[in-house]
């Protein structure tokens, strides 16, 4: 079979596209035949050699996959050959691949009503946004959400699932494609965060009162003007972040506020159980849906990795084995 594979850390051209071995599921494990595989900022960094979590070299990039289970290993019960499936993870092989293995637990029923490539923009962009929402941030309805950069793939997750909690969403993006999709998700307001003074907005859509809750995908960026907008009692939920910055913490102070942070890779197996039992009554019954922006093959894996960080995020990037 084909893969991608990474023998040194650097740019996206380390990533070449060769002919390993098609691996065999063990005891508990599933071997998935790849049709759409999500590609996520965080293998950019790892990829670089950036990471604080690195893989032993040479290594397959990826986790969020979907394809149909091709063969399963003893004592699996939840997952027949044949069977329509998404992952949130790998087990010793990547996704960037036609086939990979997984632990049982990470694999997961895809809804008939969703495509492979929609299958593939699951994994990880929806574990963020239901970890950071209800699990780190404890969001509750009629709470106001600030979704600080929401046209990726965890930014309109993340619109999807306040809205069908109940919450009031401020979204921002940086163009008007960016903006009509985070509409179509769910906000209820949207603001362009390239225009100078938009967050200035912010008050007159909250009374003067401010936001409960700010969710950050670029937080090297804005979160010393996230601590500007939250309400008494409100926090932001550091989602993404790509540098350092300096903040006043008075401003945390004087709100009683809050500053949360989150990597998926703290998140335990019970955690990604409950999760994504609530996430698939979310897509069976049509609350949820996966955007998906961008299609490319396999062997353009460098490409994707170039544009998964570029401005203008419009839905998930997937790759195409």
Sequence with gaps: MKAIVVREWGPPEVMTLEEVPTP??????VLVRVKAVGVNPVETYVRAGTYVRQPNLP???????????????????????????????????????????CDEAQVHPL?????????????????TAWRALFLRARAQPAETVLV?????????????????????IIATAGTERGLQ??????????????????????????GGRGVDLVV??????????????????????????RGRIEIDPRKIMSKDGAVLAMTMFNATAEEY?????????????????????????????????????????????VLLP
């Design 181 to 206: 999709l985070v509409r179509e998700q769910g906000a209820h307001d949207v603001l362009n965060h390239r225009e100078p003074d938009y967050l200035t907005r912010v008050a007159a859509l909250t």
């Design 59 to 101: 290594y397959t990039p990826g986790s969020d996959l979907a394809g149909v289970a091709a063969a399963v290993g003893a004592d699996v019960r939840s997952v027949e050959a044949g069977d329509r499936v998404y992952t949130h993870g790998t087990v010793g092989t990547g996704a960037y691949a036609e086939a990979t293995l």
């Design 273 to 317: 159980r409950v999760m994504h039992a609530a996430l698939a009554a979310g897509f069976e019954s049509g609350t949820l849906t996966p955007v998906v922006g961008r299609e490319l093959p396999l062997v353009d894996a460098p490409r994707a990795h170039v544009a998964v960080l570029e401005p203008g995020a419009y839905g998930k990037i």
């Design 216 to 241: 950050e995908m670029l937080a090297n960026v804005n979160l010393d003007r996230d601590l500007d907008l939250l309400a008494l009692h409100g926090r932001v939920m550091v989602v993404g972040n």
């Design 111 to 127: 809804p008939a009503r969703l495509s492979f490539q929609q299958g593939a923009a699951i994994g990880t962009p929806y574990s």
């Design 148 to 168: 600080h950069g929401a046209s990726g793939g965890v930014g309109t997750a993340v619109v999807q699932l306040a809205r069908a909690h109940g919450m009031r």
């Design 24 to 29: 065999a599921p063990g005891p508990k494990q």
